[in-house]
C-alpha cells in the first residue's frame, strides 16, 4: 500500500504497512482499485454526457465511491469489494447506451474497465498495480493527488446536499472530468494546476449548495448554548456530518425515551431551528474525534456513525458492540443501516431497540458552549461588528477552521487560542475548534471571541462573512481585510476548503500542523510564490508575524 492522503501519515511522507489511520493493506489496495475504476466509469459517463445525456445512477456511484475513501470512513473490506462489482455492472450500463448512441471507442483512452477475472484475490493483485505511485512523474503525481483529494471534498458535501433532495449536474459533471484528467498523460503541470483551481471554484460551488440545503431544510442557524452535561435516560450518540440522518433519527426516537447526543462535527445541529423542536435532543458528548475510543467507553449507549471520522475500536474496546455505522461509513462487524429508497427516511429501528437496553450516559464534563455564528447570524450582527472593528475594541479577526487530530503537536491551536490578544475574535468551523471553544476567553462588547458557524463545510460562512466585511469597508481587496488564517487540516474535505479559498484569491494563509506530504517541493514552492502558502512555527513566533 501507498496512502499519503491525511496530515497524520506515517512520518509525514506516506503509510506503506497500515494507515495511522487504521486502514489495512488490503482495505487500502482495494481503495485504490476502486478509485481507478471509478476514473474508467468518468470516462464513458463524460462521453455520454457530450451525447446530452445524464445518467443519475453514476453520479451518485461516483460520490457515494468517493467519499467511502476519504480517511476514517470505510475500513470493511467487503463493503470495497462490493463496490468494485458495482463499478462493472454501471460501466456494462454506459458502455451499452454509447453503442446504442453509435460510441463505440467509449475507452480508447482508458483500457482499465476491460479485464475479466474479478476475483478479490484478483482485486488485490490488480490494485497493487494502479494505486498513487504507478505515476512515475512526482510533480504531475502530486497534481494530480491535490486534484483528486479536492475532488473527495466535493463529492462528500454534494452527497449532504443531495440526501437532502439539493444536486447540481455541473458539480457531478466536474468530479467525472476531473477523474479524468488524472489519467490523461498528455496534460503539462499548468494544466493540471488550472484544474486545481476550478476544482477550488467547484468547491465554492459546493458549499454554497450545501449551505441553501440545509438552511432551506432546518433553518438559519441560531446563536445558540449548547448542554455538554447528561441525562438520566438512555441514549444514541450520533458522529459523523450527515443531518438527514440526524432527522431521521430524531422523528424515530421521538416519545421512545431515549435522548439523542451529538458528537464531534455533528454539534452544530444544535443550532438549527428545525431541530430545536425536539425535546429529546439533549446535547453534545465527548470532544473531537480522535477522542472517541475512550469517550465511547463512557456513553453507554449505542453509537450511530453517519460519515467519516470513525477510529478503529482498540482490542480491549467494551462498546465495539454498540457502534452502527450507515451511509459512507462502515467497518467490519459493525451492524450497516442501509441506504434510503426513494427518499424514505432510514429505518432505525434496531439501534433504538439496543439504546433501550443500555444504561444512561455516564458525565465527563458539565456546562455549556456558545456557537450558531453562521453568516446570516452574523449579518444580524453586523453593525455590532463593525461598529467593535471601527472603534478599536476588535484589532483582528483569526480564521481558526478546519480539522482536529491526535498529534500532540496539535496542542499549538490551544495554545495560540489563550494568546491571543484580548481585542482579537476567533472565526471557525470544523472541529479544530474543540482545541478552543470550551476555554474561558470571553467576549468584546458582547460579541463572544469564538465565533463558531458549525462544521467544516460551514467554512462557506466564512468566506461570505469576510466578502461582506470586505463590501461594507469599500475594500478591493479581501486580503486588505484585518483577517488572518491559521488553520488546522486533517483529511480531504479540509483540502477542498483550501482550494476555495485559493479560488477567491484569499492569500498568506498558514497551514498546520505540517504541510501535506502530498505536495512534492516544485508544487509546494508554486502555492508559496503564488499564494504565500506557508507552515506553522511556534506560537510566539507566529503571534507577532500575524500581529505585527
Not at 475500513?75 to 454506459?94: G, N, P, S, T, Y
Not at 447540481?168 to 486545481?196: C, K, P, R, W
Not at 483540502?495 to 512534492?520: D, E, M, Q, R, Y
Amino acid at each position: 500500500m501507498y496512502c499519503y492522503q491525511c496530515q497524520e501519515t506515517a512520518a509525514g511522507k506516506g503509510c506503506t504497512v497500515k494507515g495511522v489511520c487504521g486502514k489495512t493493506e488490503e482495505v487500502a489496495n482495494l481503495q485504490d482499485l476502486l478509485m481507478y475504476l471509478m476514473k474508467g466509469v468518468s470516462h464513458l459517463s463524460v462521453r455520454l454526457r457530450k451525447k446530452g445525456e445524464e445518467m443519475p445512477e453514476v453520479n451518485k456511484f461516483i460520490t457515494d465511491g468517493l467519499f467511502m475513501t476519504i480517511t476514517n470512513a470505510n475500513f470493511d473490506k467487503q463493503r470495497f469489494v462490493k463496490k468494485i462489482e458495482e463499478a462493472f455492472r454501471v460501466c456494462e450500463k454506459l458502455k451499452n447506451r454509447l453503442a446504442e448512441l453509435g460510441v463505440t471507442d467509449a475507452l480508447c483512452n482508458f483500457k482499465g474497465l476491460d479485464w475479466k477475472d474479478r476475483t478479490p484475490e484478483e482485486m488485490e493483485e490488480k490494485a497493487k498495480s494502479v494505486g498513487i505511485l504507478s505515476t512515475q512523474n512526482e510533480d504531475i503525481r502530486s497534481l494530480r493527488e491535490l486534484l483528486t483529494y479536492g475532488i473527495k471534498g466535493l463529492a462528500a458535501y454534494a452527497e449532504h446536499a443531495a440526501n437532502l433532495g439539493f444536486e447540481e449536474t455541473e458539480i457531478y459533471a466536474f468530479m467525472q472530468e476531473g477523474l479524468v484528467a488524472t489519467t490523461n498523460d498528455h496534460l503539462s503541470a499548468d494544466e493540471l494546476t488550472g484544474l486545481v483551481l476550478k476544482c477550488g471554484s467547484m468547491g465554492v460551488k459546493v458549499m454554497a449548495l450545501l449551505d441553501k440545503a440545509n438552511t432551506s431544510t432546518f433553518g438559519n442557524p441560531e446563536i445558540t448554548k449548547v448542554n455538554i452535561g447528561v441525562r438520566n435516560n438512555p441514549a444514541i450518540l450520533i458522529s459523523g456530518h450527515d443531518l438527514r440522518d440526524l432527522q431521521d433519527l430524531l422523528e424515530q426516537t421521538e416519545g421512545t425515551g431515549v435522548d439523542v447526543y451529538t458528537h464531534s462535527e455533528m454539534l452544530p445541529a444544535h443550532y438549527y431551528p428545525a431541530f430545536k423542536k425536539f425535546s429529546h435532543f439533549a446535547g453534545n458528548y465527548g470532544n473531537a474525534w480522535w477522542k472517541q475510543t475512550e469517550e465511547f467507553e463512557t456513553f453507554n449507549g449505542p453509537i450511530l456513525f453517519t460519515t467519516n471520522c470513525l477510529v478503529p475500536p482498540r482490542s480491549n474496546a467494551t462498546y465495539s458492540d454498540r457502534v452502527y455505522t450507515t451511509g459512507s461509513a462502515g467497518f467490519a462487524g459493525f451492524p450497516h443501516i442501509a441506504n434510503r429508497v426513494n427518499g424514505n427516511p432510514k429505518d432505525f429501528s434496531q439501534i433504538i431497540e439496543h439504546a433501550k437496553k443500555c444504561k444512561a450516559p455516564t458525565e465527563i464534563e458539565k456546562g455549556e458552549i456558545i456557537g450558531g455564528f453562521a453568516h446570516a447570524q452574523v449579518f444580524a450582527l453586523a453593525d455590532k461588528v463593525v461598529d467593535a472593528v471601527k472603534s478599536g475594541a476588535i484589532r483582528k479577526f483569526f480564521v481558526m477552521a478546519g480539522c482536529d487530530g491526535r498529534m500532540k503537536n496539535r496542542e499549538y491551536y490551544t495554545q495560540f487560542a489563550e494568546k491571543l490578544p484580548n481585542d482579537t475574535v476567533i472565526l471557525t468551523a470544523g472541529c479544530a475548534k474543540y482545541r478552543y471553544n470550551k476555554l474561558p476567553l470571553g467576549d468584546i462588547g458582547g460579541i463572544p471571541r469564538v465565533l463558531d458557524a458549525g462544521q467544516c463545510n460551514d467554512s462557506y460562512s466564512l468566506v461570505v462573512i469576510a466578502l461582506k466585511l470586505k463590501e461594507i469597508f469599500q475594500l478591493n481587496d479581501v486580503n486588505d481585510l484585518p483577517i488572518a488564517y491559521n488553520i488546522g487540516w486533517y483529511e480531504q474535505k479540509a483540502v477542498i476548503v483550501l482550494l476555495a479559498l485559493l479560488s477567491l484569491g484569499v492569500k498568506n494563509i498558514h497551514l498546520g500542523t505540517t504541510l501535506p506530504a502530498f505536495l512534492s517541493p516544485n508544487v509546494a514552492k508554486i502555492l508559496v510564490e503564488t499564494f504565500g502558502i506557508a507552515g506553522i512555527g511556534t506560537v510566539d513566533e507566529d503571534l507577532k508575524l500575524f500581529l505585527g
